[in-house]
């Protein structure tokens, strides 16, 4: 992800949400370090309908969690869980 500059990112997501909408398939999504500007994005795009779609090895907060769970989304939790650094 370091190879991508934000804009780019950030465009290709904006695709990525208007290719589920126009083909009324679930949004996928795995997001690495920016979880506050990916919430605050979908809640933007939220058109007072709930999101159908998941939340892909899921690494945020409990925070994060809800704000998503609002948008109507889906948490997957993946192996990550049991790695003996994932007390938290």
Not at 22 to 49: G, K, V
Request: net charge negative.
């Amino acid at each position: 992800w370091e190879d991508c500059p934000w804009e780019c990112q950030l465009n290709n997501f904006q695709q990525h949400i208007q290719l589920s909408r126009d083909t009324a398939l679930p949004l996928i999504i795995h997001t690495r370090d920016c979880y506050d500007e990916m919430i605050q994005l979908l809640a933007e795009e939220h058109n007072d309908s709930r999101w159908s779609g998941v939340m892909h090895s899921f690494a945020g907060t409990q925070s994060d969690a809800a704000a998503l769970l609002e948008l109507g989304l889906y948490i997957s939790f993946a192996g990550m869980l049991t790695f003996k650094k994932s007390q938290d």
